[in-house]
């Protein structure tokens, strides 16, 4: 169950189908999503558009590697989906990352994430050695580059969150489209507290 009064962010929405699936589960009371690329905050808002006039969901341009415009502690959840915790490359950036999430989270609220697990199988993996950090790699299918995590690594960035649950998973459906992308035991589902 949920409570009417609690805060949900979801970092990089996407075309918005997560928060959509929470809203129908009534996971949350209110809602913001963000996400860099017009694309998405349109698609997202025209998806959502009932409830954004009601005032359960916010959608917004940001990046979530900088200063992002909440207060501190205002979510009881954050999650991200192989969105920025993936997609950015820089360490700088990276750490300015982690840091939102833990300073945006209330006492007791919780980050859950999947990202891309370094000793995972990667049939569509390609290794670019002028990317300088072997936990960066390039993906066939567009070229984006992806950072990978170890264990040990999630625990450093996320130090100042106590870690309840971090499980080896295979699959993940891509937030633009439908295909699902299997690789072996290739990500992290973690859930971190606050507190």
Same mark, same amino acid.
């Given at each position: 169950?949920?409570?009417?009064?609690?805060?949900? &962010? +979801?970092?990089?929405?996407?075309?918005?189908?997560? &928060?959509?699936?929470?809203? $129908?589960?009534?996971?949350?009371?209110?809602?913001?999503?963000?996400?860099?690329?017009?694309?998405?905050?349109?698609?997202?808002?025209?998806?959502?558009?009932?409830?954004?006039?009601?005032?359960?969901?916010?959608?917004?341009?940001?990046?979530?590697?900088?200063?992002?415009?909440?207060?501190?502690?205002?979510?009881? =959840?954050?999650?991200?989906?192989?969105?920025?915790?993936?997609?950015?490359?820089?360490?700088?950036?990276?750490?300015?990352?982690?840091?939102?999430?833990?300073?945006?989270?209330?006492?007791?609220?919780?980050?859950?994430?999947?990202?891309?697990?370094?000793?995972?199988?990667?049939?569509?993996?390609? &290794?670019?050695?002028?990317?300088?950090? $072997?936990?960066?790699?390039?993906?066939?299918?567009?070229?984006?580059?992806?950072?990978?995590?170890?264990?040990?690594?999630? +625990?450093?960035?996320?130090?100042? @969150?106590?870690?309840?649950? @971090?499980?080896?998973?295979?699959?993940?459906?891509?937030?633009?489209?439908? $295909?699902?992308? $299997?690789? +072996?035991?290739?990500?992290?589902?973690? =859930?971190?507290?606050?507190?």
């Amino acid at each position: 169950g949920t409570c009417s009064n609690t805060n949900t &962010l +979801e970092i990089g929405c996407g075309f918005g189908r997560n &928060l959509l699936y929470l809203l $129908e589960n009534k996971f949350s009371g209110k809602y913001v999503g963000i996400d860099q690329t017009d694309i998405s905050i349109s698609k997202t808002s025209s998806l959502l558009n009932n409830y954004i006039n009601h005032g359960i969901v916010k959608i917004l341009k940001e990046n979530a590697g900088e200063q992002l415009p909440f207060s501190d502690e205002s979510f009881d =959840c954050v999650f991200d989906i192989m969105s920025a915790i993936t997609f950015i490359p820089d360490e700088d950036l990276r750490l300015r990352y982690f840091d939102n999430i833990c300073r945006l989270l209330k006492p007791g609220g919780i980050y859950f994430f999947l990202c891309v697990r370094t000793e995972g199988f990667f049939k569509d993996k390609i &290794l670019d050695p002028n990317l300088g950090d $072997e936990s960066l790699f390039k993906r066939k299918f567009d070229n984006m580059i992806e950072k990978s995590y170890i264990s040990d690594e999630l +625990e450093r960035y996320l130090h100042k @969150l106590s870690l309840k649950k @971090l499980d080896v998973v295979s699959e993940h459906i891509r937030a633009f489209g439908d $295909e699902n992308f $299997e690789r +072996e035991n290739g990500f992290w589902f973690g =859930c971190f507290m606050k507190g």
